[in-house]
């Protein structure tokens, strides 16, 4: 449809129809309805559906229905528009076929004419978008028969071209459609609604205003020849509006006396984060002059099926009817509709695909699984060698009092249990296994050398299966030997550790494989253990990293020995672990979503301002949290040569000896580890210096 530069009667107005779109859960839903609620009932039902307007060029315009149509109090998703509907839904395929479809079009017809007579559509736009759904649903086979109407009252001649369609930028300056843009969001924010489906517009060279239908009289007392609306409009081709048009033509040549309508068929699209509604359209059409007959006009509007005929559709579902696989559908919603607009470079694979061992199934176990599962992760596996207390469930949500019971459920074995029955699609494991820990000696001669050789042995096995571990304990010593094996293997690994108001989040440096014979670059850099700012430390690389044990100088030990209660428990705020549980997981996703995974350049607080290294921002290599204050720090620390964890003297002894080094560590002193690594002689040398400055002092 071009311009019309001579006769207008050579151009007439087209419309493009809805395409009817209906979610996998509108129909589960419907099934849910007729099984236990309508059953024989075939009376008409209330349903609602919605149409949006910011789809890409080429997808057709559609109406879509989802679980929520049988809410008629359900919000309606963000800028989208309300469509009312009605359902039958018939008992027998025979009934199905045998519907009056012609007296079911007029019925709704005559219901948009009163509405238009009445004035009650100039009150509610929405009752010009009525839509009928007839069904017939085969819950033996899950084959459902639709057949969709959109009704359109048909003016009495064909609607000739005045002028246009042309782009919104051909005849707006960008101030004016930034005008409108602003304008039209103030009334749909002050009407409470999403979007608005008709509004009236006024402009010159300075002003652009919008108000609603119901205030046409005033809004354009002093207009004499035509008048300019708004359409919200779901079509996205350059030379023809959408449907929803057609009926609101109707009411203007009814009850308005002007002699053509400009109408802005306005459309929203946003693409990387970027709104732009330049691609709208506008155009001028003669309105045609209609008898005040009481008599509703002509309607159409039943849909045509795949074949292009007039007939039903009938889709099969009976392969994903089954409930695990609804759930899986509407977990993955949320995560697919991210990468819809906002993040549309967003990886979901390498979220989803990565296997997740969750080392402490404890308050800060719960919440990062529950956060895995948010973001669509399918393989948990819980260790923990703990059970469930009365003083967990409040603050662990996987747990309820009746694990309690009886001495309580083991932590891993209830977390993984609990996990599939939140959602059964999720592959959830538990391991109710300790971990030997320094300090913590085991007997050469009995069967606990034996069970200590068989935990590390399944702990190995366990870590290598995994693509990522989290270190979620409540000691320190507790997260030696995983770290010792998750940097060996490679392993991405996510430490969270609590205090009363602080938390510390940070991924471990990830040592790159031998023959990149990169396991001695941190000795290049034998700097004190401490944290660092990127100030003086920027642009360090994953495998330069430092791990949970690189900022101490002193080994683990039995951190819980001559302890009092207070001092053996993790005792914290409340909220902090969900804090750091969420973190924990965010960190890890950002991670993967980064081209260089957990070898990625550490972001630090300087980087905040910064263009951000993956879409959904910094990667950093620590979070430190203090709820005191609600601030978040980012900083970043070298590894060390001489920690006690991931150095090259410790993985190089864990790979030469393997089980018979473990074994000295954990029935030796720290003091073990400290002469291994070189900390003995850095004591030393430091006290030295100290004495040294000391007697220097006192000389002058």
Sequence with gaps: MAAATG????????????????????????????????????????????????????????LTLEFSAFDMSAPTPAHCCPAVGTLYNTNTLEAFKAADKKLLLEQAANEIWESIKSGAALENPVLLNKFLLLTFSDLKKYHFYYWFCFPALCLPESIPLIQGPVGLDQRFSPKQIQDLEHAYDDLCQAEGVPALPYFLIKYDENTMLVSLLKHYSDFFQDQRTKITIGVYDPCNLAQYPGWPLRNFLVLAAHRCSFQSVEVLCFRDRTMQGVRDITHSIIFEVKLPEMAFSPDCPKAVGWEKNQKGGMGPRMVNLSECMDPKRLAESSVDLNLKLMCWRLVPTLDLDKVVSAKCLLLGAGTLGCNVARTLMGWGVRHITFVDNAKISYSNPVRQPLYEFEDCLTGGKPKALAAADRLQRIFPGVNARGFNMSIPMPGHPVNFSSITLEQARRDVEQLEQLIESHDVVFLLMDTRESRWLPAVIAASKRKLVINAALGFDTFVVMRHGLKKPKHHDARNLCASHPVAPADLGSSLFANIPGYKLGCYFCNDVVAPGDSTRDRTLDQQCTVSRPGLAMIAGALAVELMVSVLQHPEGGYAVASSSDDRMNEPPTSLGLVPHQIRGFLSRFDNVLPVSLAFDKCTACSSKVLDQYEREGFHFLAKVFNSSHSFLEDLTGLTLLHQETQAAEIWDMSDDETI
């Design 7 to 62: 006769d207008p009667g050579l151009f007439k107005l087209q419309f493009a129809p809805f395409s009817s779109a209906l979610d996998v859960g509108f129909w589960h839903e419907l099934t849910q309805k007729k099984l236990n609620e309508y059953r024989l009932d075939e009376t008409p039902k209330d349903i609602k559906g919605y149409y949006y307007n910011g789809d890409s060029a080429g997808l057709p315009a559609r």
